[in-house]
């Protein structure tokens, strides 16, 4: 093939909705020259290069993101090397800002900045044509205004993709909020694909047998009708095991939208609740308004009188939101009683205004991928680390929901839920000393071993035992329980 569409994906059961958006809004000769080649995190780079140079391709398309920069930036510098006519166009949020002195924007021939639809055959013809004199190395693609003509992709889901790995869709692009930490805040509001194509298509993926949906569209909850339509669709041709993810405002929810919630089937909905923050001062520095009254409310109406399942955000490392401030934030959180609670920890995001706020708040980040803060004025570099593990280890014990009767003793009632888990997250630091691969075994020792003396010692073993044996089904001997 003349032209490849590639990338490296954080882990195999992604697909990639850029390349295939790119590819279906090819002309039909590029189309013809064309093909979409993914690997993953984890495959050799020397091999991914190998690979790709062995279909001999005269343009090599890379989309780049915040979890490949790395391996896509050592990609890029062999295939430079070894064929240096091989012309190669990047493009993606982390080539679409601040490509000066980015060593990956030098090493490739081309850039494609933002929505990429319509630049990359422009690009791509420019190369063909020998015309390249004519275009400038870094092409603004910025936001295509008009998405309604724009070729969906979903046909270019294989029957592979869809029996192993995740199907992405999208109703809209772009957000109407500013949150100073997101690429989204970059964007000029919210455009809408035709909803009876958008919707036409979905019916193909039913048909083929697709039942999880993961919407990526920034604000599911914005306009009612719209978001009553999709519902309503997936309503009207559910089938077992259908799952619907969507990205939600809490504060912005109406009752008719709670309605629209509480209608579905349990575990129909899977909502992911951006809510980051309560402490006021962070917020405002942020640029984001928030209901926090109303964000509770919401959350503790759909965990108690819907069937849907919540994952709520926060981020850690906003500025003026210091280590006693996040606890208060997290306990509020937790109140409402969500399935998930997803503990981030701030990236300064190429492009994003966060970096107003590096001066006057003392704001140090990492240098590289996933450029994740390391201190600020009010945090310290010992205390957030302490949160980078709380975060990981609360995925682990909690949010996996391999022992809820037994963590559930991790949180007495009348105390701070953040001070409890984060003394459980301090012990296991000082255990284990690692955040990454404790087997089930070693988490239920671990669990046993640091309740022994908190809890009835008989109603521990009992709760591990439901834990471990019923609800996780293994069969081999926790010899410490004897």
């Not at 929505?115 to 990359?120: A, P, S, V, Y």
């Not at 669709?233 to 008719?256: A, C, R, S, V, Y």
């Not at 899977?270 to 402490?279: D, K, M, R, T």
């Not at 014990?397 to 391999?402: E, K, L, W, Y």
Request: hydrophobic residues 40%; contains cysteine.
């Amino acid at each position: 093939m003349d032209i490849i569409l590639s990338t490296i994906n954080a882990r195999y059961s992604h697909t990639s909705f850029g390349l295939r958006y790119l590819y279906a809004n090819l002309p039909a000769n590029l189309q013809s020259m064309a093909e979409i080649v993914e690997f993953n995190l984890g495959e050799a780079i020397d091999v991914i290069a190998e690979k790709l140079l062995n279909k001999s391709p005269k343009i090599i398309g890379l989309g780049v993101y915040i979890w490949n920069i790395a391996e896509v930036t050592e990609l890029v510098g062999i295939i430079k090397s070894v064929s240096p006519a091989t012309k190669v166009i990047i493009g993606g949020p982390e080539v679409s800002y601040e490509q000066a002195g980015d060593k990956l924007c030098e090493l490739a021939d081309y850039i494609i900045s933002g929505e990429g639809e319509e630049k990359l055959p422009l690009v791509i013809n420019s190369i063909l044509s020998a015309n390249e004199a004519e275009i400038d190395k870094i092409q603004i693609g910025g936001e295509i205004k008009n998405v309604e003509g724009l070729n969906m992709p979903y046909d270019l889901y294989s029957d592979a993709d869809i029996a192993n790995r995740l199907i992405y869709v999208e109703a809209s692009r772009g957000c109407p909020y500013s949150c100073e930490f997101c690429v989204s805040s970059l964007s000029c509001g919210v455009r809408d694909f035709a909803l009876d194509e958008f919707l036409s298509q979905m019916a193909k993926l039913i048909e083929r047998g697709v039942r999880h949906f993961k919407f990526v569209d920034r604000t599911f909850n914005l306009k009612y009708e719209r978001a009553a339509k999709i519902v309503d669709f997936f309503l009207n041709n559910h089938k077992d095991g259908m799952m619907l993810h969507f990205e939600i405002f809490p504060d912005k929810l109406t009752d008719k939208m709670l309605a629209l919630i509480a209608k579905c089937p349990p575990e129909f909905l899977h909502l992911e609740a951006g809510v980051q923050s309560f402490n006021l001062d962070a917020l405002t520095a942020i640029s984001r308004k928030q209901d926090e009254q109303k964000t509770l409310d919401n959350l503790r109406f759909i965990r108690e009188q819907t069937g849907a399942l919540v994952h709520a955000d926060l981020v850690a490392g906003l500025p003026y939101e210091d280590l006693a401030s996040f606890a208060v934030s997290f306990d509020k959180l937790f109140s409402s009683r969500p399935h998930e609670i997803q503990l981030g920890i701030l990236k300064r995001l190429k492009g994003t205004p966060i970096s107003r706020h590096t001066d006057d708040c003392a704001m140090v980040y990492a240098k590289d991928a996933p450029y994740e803060i390391l201190q600020n004025k009010f945090i310290t570099f010992a205390d957030m680390q302490r949160l980078k593990r709380f975060a990981r280890y609360y995925d682990i014990f909690i949010n996996a929901g391999n022992f809820n009767n037994t963590t559930a003793d991790l949180f007495p009632s009348g105390q701070s839920a953040f001070a409890c888990f984060m003394s459980f997250s301090d012990y296991l630091w000082g255990r284990t000393e690692r955040t990454h691969k404790i087997s089930i075994e070693n988490q239920a020792e671990l669990l046993f071993s640091y309740l022994q003396d908190k809890v009835d010692i008989n109603k521990l073993r009992e709760n591990i035992r439901k834990d471990y044996y019923t609800d996780i089904g293994r069969k081999s001997r926790l010899k410490f329980l004897e």
